[in-house]
């Protein structure tokens, strides 16, 4: 028997997908939910998390500070998508080429954000906050990516024993992807 629990929070956050053959391929924006849920096979036997797999607060303020301070009120954008990242970082506003030192930021960290400290402070058009990925910035790529960077910080956050299982990412109120998702042996 183990124990779950699940929160969410909510951001507004630009993207395009690029090579989609209709509407999404134009700059457009979300209002997503990013729930998560955390399972343990124990509780917190004392201390602040009593009784609790994680701290539903705690929890918050891992989500907050991983994916609310990345993509909230930004736009999210692939590596890949030059001609995006040519109106959003302009070579001519920046004294390095800034694609090859986005990309520099992904192979070190896996993903670049403007407003973070940088070696190399690159200028964004209208100072945008601008979130780079390796991948297009579909809701379950989203929620791959996601995964990842909270995995682990939700089990240290829990003096670990909370684990990450799942995070749904919500791009509207009627459609959302799940990582990892169900697995076969689950049907």
């Not at 699940?6 to 951001?11: A, L, P």
């Not at 343990?40 to 998390?49: I, N, R």
């Not at 209208?126 to 996601?146: D, G």
Request: glycine share 8%; proline share 4%.
């Amino acid at each position: 028997m183990a124990f779950s629990i699940t929160r969410n929070i909510g951001v507004d956050y630009g993207h395009r997908v690029m090579t989609h053959g209709s509407k999404c391929k134009s700059i457009h924006g979300h209002r997503g939910t990013i729930e998560v849920t955390c399972v343990s096979p124990s509780l917190h036997q004392s201390g602040e998390q009593s009784q609790m797999v994680i701290d539903f607060g705690f929890l918050k303020e891992v989500m907050m500070t991983v994916i609310d301070r990345s993509i909230d009120h930004g736009f999210v954008a692939c590596i890949d998508d030059l001609e995006l990242l040519a109106q959003f970082v302009p070579g001519s506003a920046n004294h390095v080429e800034p694609i090859g030192y986005i990309k520099s930021c992904l192979d070190k960290k896996g993903y670049w954000l403007s407003t973070e400290d940088q070696t190399v402070k690159l200028h964004t058009f209208l100072s945008t906050k601008l979130y780079v990925m390796p991948y297009i910035p579909t809701s379950e790529r989203l929620a791959e990516h996601f995964f990842g960077r909270l995995k682990a910080p939700v089990h240290e956050q829990s003096n670990g024993i909370g684990r990450l299982v799942n995070l749904r990412f919500w791009e509207t109120p009627a459609c959302y992807s799940d990582f990892p998702g169900f697995s076969v042996q689950n049907r």
